[in-house]
C-alpha cells in the first residue's frame, strides 16, 4: 500500500492568496483527520471525516479554513485568504474505524509570508 | 484542563537504560491509546497502540495503560541512539472516533 499521500509537500504563498492542500488516504480506511502542527501548539486536530462526512470541525480555527472529502479516496484543505499565523505543517491522516490506528502522510509544510 | 499532557522534556537517557515516558488524559471514557514516534522533519510514525489494562510488550517497547489513574507509559528497553525522537501520545475520544495528541516528549539517548 502507497500509504497516506499529501500534496504539495512545501507551499510558500503570499498573504492574501488561496492555498489548497489535498490528501489521499489509505484504500479501505473510512476516517480521515487533517492535523496542524506549530512549535507552539503541536499537533492540533482541525477536522475529521468518518465514511466522507464532516463529524467534527470546532478544531478549525477561522471561518478562512473549509475541507472537504467529496469521495472516499481524496479530501482538500483550503485556507482562504492565508495568513503568516497560518503558517505550519498540515498532516493528513486516516484509519479503519475497528482499530482507530491512524496513518499520517509526509505532510505539506506551508509557509506563508 | 488539556485533554492530553505530556512532560515536554527533553528527556536524555544514557545508551543501553530504560526510557519512561508518561503522558495522562482527561477523559474518562477513552478506549484506545496510541504512542507516536516523531523525527525532526518526518511524519509521526506509530509504534504501540494498547486497548485494556495492563502491559503490552513489542521488542525493545512495553505500553502501559491504567484506566483508572487516566495513565498511559511507555518503556524502551536497551535504549539506542536512534531512539532519539519527540514521542506523542494520543487518545481515542471513543464515543466519537476523535484522536486527540498530547505536545510530544523530546527523548535524547545519550552515547
Known amino acids: 500500500d502507497a500509504g497516506v499521500i499529501q500534496s504539495p509537500r512545501h507551499e510558500v504563498t503570499e498573504m492574501g492568496q488561496e492555498v489548497t492542500l489535498r490528501c489521499k488516504p489509505i484504500?479501505?480506511?473510512?476516517?480521515l483527520f487533517w492535523y496542524r502542527q506549530t512549535m507552539m501548539r503541536g499537533l492540533e486536530l482541525l477536522i475529521y471525516?468518518?465514511?466522507?462526512?464532516?463529524?467534527?470541525d470546532s478544531g478549525m480555527p477561522e471561518d478562512r479554513f473549509s475541507a472537504k472529502m467529496p469521495n472516499a479516496s481524496f479530501s482538500t484543505l483550503k485556507i482562504q485568504p492565508s495568513e503568516p499565523r497560518d503558517s505550519a505543517v498540515y498532516f493528513c491522516?486516516?484509519?479503519?474505524?475497528?482499530?482507530?490506528?491512524?496513518?499520517f502522510g509526509q505532510g505539506t509544510r506551508l509557509t506563508v509570508v | 484542563q488539556k485533554e492530553v499532557e505530556q512532560n515536554s522534556g527533553p528527556l536524555s537517557v544514557p545508551e543501553g537504560a530504560i526510557a519512561s515516558l508518561n503522558c495522562t488524559y482527561s477523559?474518562?471514557?477513552?478506549?484506545?491509546f496510541f504512542w507516536y514516534r516523531q523525527y525532526s522533519g518526518k511524519s509521526p510514525e506509530l509504534i504501540m497502540s494498547?486497548?485494556?489494562?495492563g502491559d503490552k510488550e513489542d521488542g525493545r517497547f512495553t505500553a502501559q495503560l491504567n484506566k483508572a489513574s487516566q495513565y498511559v507509559s511507555l518503556l524502551i528497553r536497551d535504549s539506542q541512539p536512534s531512539d532519539s525522537a519527540t514521542y506523542l501520545c494520543?487518545?481515542?475520544?471513543?464515543?466519537?472516533?476523535?484522536?486527540?495528541f498530547g505536545k510530544g516528549t523530546r527523548l535524547h539517548i545519550l552515547p
Open positions: 477523559d474518562r471514557v477513552s478506549q484506545s
Open positions: 471525516f468518518n465514511n466522507n462526512v464532516p463529524i467534527d
Open positions: 494520543a487518545v481515542n475520544m471513543n464515543r466519537d472516533d476523535k484522536i486527540i
Open positions: 484504500s479501505g480506511h473510512n476516517s
Open positions: 491522516a486516516s484509519s479503519l474505524g475497528s482499530d482507530r490506528k491512524a496513518f
Open positions: 494498547i486497548y485494556s489494562n
